[in-house]
């Protein structure tokens, strides 16, 4: 409980530090007298950078502890005897002759007896415990002595290794807490001041609209493209839209250029900061159509679509195990939390590791999810695919359909996992096709891909909503309409813009 009230902790602190940073980046901005230089020794930036620096050694001294183990330790093993002698040999006649001049014989009888438990291998048991019978009289016993005990100290190891697990989580919880303090100090102190010439070319041109252009920083970051502040207002008591100043901005800059996410839409006459930046190459246009298995009424199929900040649009679909009230919550924590993540600007792969730790340290029995996202950057097209236990993606162009399969295990199983991984560019009137297991499990085993390939291929619709209902209709007719497992389809179209 400790270790996931901790894992809690960290991530509400990630989540905090990244909107602290838009906070305090504002802040600077609408300084009214003050005009802050940027440099890459500011002293604060040095004090975050050390913070994270503190958290990083504190989660390398927790990856230096003992990992996990597999089998009993040869210490485990003799206290196994050890406990054995005292319960069964201590009152015995035959002690003397046993443990005496037999020592060394009944102890290597006893290690590859626990060995031979431990393996499950009953054959290798039977034949230890009959070499035994020639110095012991009471080897059946003495057996089921020993494996009481055995499942003592087995039971000690998986709470031991249960404890290791939560450790490694908070410890990578802490490593990810120390990257994004750091990302936060390149952030915040990342902006400077626009070149005086691109500062005066830009009060003429917004001068001729009746702004009065006050600040300009610009910040240029991620595969060159262009980030820009104007602090501005109007005079006259007129009001421009935000969507005409970037269009200005777009002739200046010689790239098209648009007001960012949750900026303000109309300037007016008083100053105010407005983000810009360099307009995406793609937008997305989606839809979904779900089936709740016979006999449920809540479905454990969870998914989400989303576009950030850095022209990422992201699509997640989790499926808990079963289906049902537990299922459903089990997969709304999932992209729940992948949604606040990969808002606040983690990788896919970062994002889905945090949520996977949360879910150990939750170490609900038996309870895990499906981890399936695509992101899509839309100005390059390329869509990178993440998954964890889920169903195959579908890439549909023009008169081919390709699909993005995984074999790894669902998020929440265990600490170390291994996420399957993959990259494809995509074009103009592309189609992502992402499903649930519960969709391919209704048709022909063994041929659920090349089915599923065939019916998209048979789609003529163009409506991302048609297409997803078009295929879970077609899917029902294999299972004689109706739905043994709760059913998720998601189609995304990709268009030039």
Same mark, same amino acid.
């Given at each position: ?42 002293? =604060? ?15 390398? &001294? ?14 485990? *093993?003799?206290?196994?005897? =050890? ?21 060394? &014989? ?34 059946? =016993? ?20 249960r404890m290791i697990e939560n450790r490694l989580a908070v410890a990578q919880q802490l490593t990810e807490t120390a @990257? ?35 600040? &300009? ?12 502040? #104007? ?49 995406v190459s793609y937008q997305v246009i989606y839809g979904a159509s779900k089936l709740t298995r016979e006999e449920e009424?809540?479905?454990? !199929? ?19 195990? %079963?289906?049902?009230?537990d299922a459903c919550r089990e997969s709304e924590t999932v992209v729940e939390l992948l949604e606040q993540f990969l808002?606040?600007?983690?990788? =896919? ?14 170490? @609900? ?15 390059? %097209? ?6 964890? %236990? ?27 996992? !291994? ?12 189609? #992502? *096709?992402?499903? &649930? !297991? ?28 048609? *297409?997803? @209902?078009? *295929?879970?209709? @077609? ?17 995304? %179209?990709?268009?030039?813009?």
């Open positions: 409980m400790q270790e996931w009230m901790i894992a809690m902790l960290v991530i509400s602190m990630l989540l905090i530090l990244r909107d602290m940073a838009k906070t305090i980046l504002a802040g600077h901005m609408h300084k009214k007298k003050n005009r802050y230089e940027f440099c890459e020794n500011h002293p =604060q930036k040095d004090k975050v950078v050390r913070y994270a620096d503190s958290f990083q050694k504190l989660a390398d &001294t927790f990856y230096g502890m003992p990992y996990r183990k597999e089998y009993l330790s040869s210490g485990q *093993i003799e206290k196994i005897l =050890q406990d054995t002698t005292e319960d069964m040999c201590s009152r015995c006649y035959h002690k003397e002759i046993c443990w005496g001049q037999n020592t060394e &014989t009944m102890k290597k009888g006893g290690e590859a007896l626990i060995r031979a438990i431990e393996e499950g291998n009953e054959e290798e048991e039977e034949a230890v415990r009959c070499r035994l019978a020639e110095l012991c009289c009471h080897s059946v =016993q003495y057996l089921e002595i020993v494996r009481e005990n055995f499942l003592k100290e087995k039971q000690n190891l998986i709470w031991s290794n @990257r994004i303090m750091g990302t936060v100090a390149e952030d915040l102190y990342d902006i400077s001041p626009a070149e005086p010439d691109l500062q005066d070319n830009l009060k003429k041109i917004l001068k001729k609209k009746h702004i009065l252009l006050k600040n &300009t920083w610009v910040m240029d970051k991620v595969e060159g493209r262009r980030q820009m502040f #104007l602090t501005m207002k109007t005079k006259n008591g007129k009001c421009v839209s935000v969507t005409e100043i970037a269009r200005m901005l777009s002739g200046l800059c010689e790239c098209a250029m648009t007001s960012a996410q949750d900026s303000r839409c109309i300037v007016n006459n008083e100053y105010h900061t407005v983000h810009f930046v360099e307009d009424k809540i479905s454990g !199929d969870n998914y989400i679509f989303s576009q950030n900040e850095g022209g990422r649009f992201v699509m997640c679909l989790s499926d808990g195990m %079963g289906s049902g009230v808002e606040s600007g983690f990788s =896919q792969e970062t994002a889905a590791r945090m949520v996977n730790s949360a879910l150990v340290l939750k170490g @609900r029995e038996g309870m895990f999810s499906t981890v399936d996202i695509c992101a899509l950057d839309l100005y390059t %097209g390329v869509c990178s695919f993440l998954k964890a %236990g889920a169903a195959s993606t579908f890439i549909k162009r023009d008169h081919w359909v390709e699909a993005v399969s995984s074999e790894s295990l669902a998020a929440g199983l265990m600490q170390q996992i !291994d996420f399957d991984t993959a990259s494809r560019k995509l074009y103009h009137g592309d189609y #992502l *096709i992402m499903m &649930t !297991d519960g969709v391919l499990d209704a048709l022909p085993i063994e041929r659920e891909e090349a089915t599923m390939k065939e019916i998209i291929m048979d789609i003529q619709e163009e409506n991302p909503r048609e *297409i997803s @209902r078009g *295929i879970l209709e @077609r899917v029902l007719g294999y299972s004689d309409y109706r739905a043994k497992d709760d059913m998720t389809v998601l189609v995304a %179209g990709i268009l030039r813009k």
